[in-house]
């Protein structure tokens, strides 16, 4: 198979992929809004869902930019640890969310290698 033909096909999986975390980020943000109020809750808790709306970005940026949607897998391992640390919560298929940043983040590297 040709790189590029297989660079090709690992993006637009990467994009398909990223309905996945859009859909989990708009179900949390519904789910937790009638009783989510910044003020009232522990800065390490705004932290989760701020880093859920970046790494849903970087996918959404990943279309133009590659290495962005790499960058997601931190931002979403990020709001896993708050969760994990700080509620007590095991939200194990978070790791769902990192699925289209490890296609973009294979992508990367294959751009960015020198073999054939």
Known sequence: MNKEIAIAILRWAARVLT????FAVVFIT????????????????????ISLYLGVLFLLLAWRWVLLGAISIVCFIMAYLVVVFWMGLFPNAIFLCCLPGVLYLICYVLMRSRFP
């Open 30 to 49: 519904l789910e937790d809004f009638p009783k989510f109020y910044p003020l009232s809750v522990p800065f390490p808790l705004i932290i989760s869902p």
């Open 19 to 22: 309905i996945i975390p859009l």
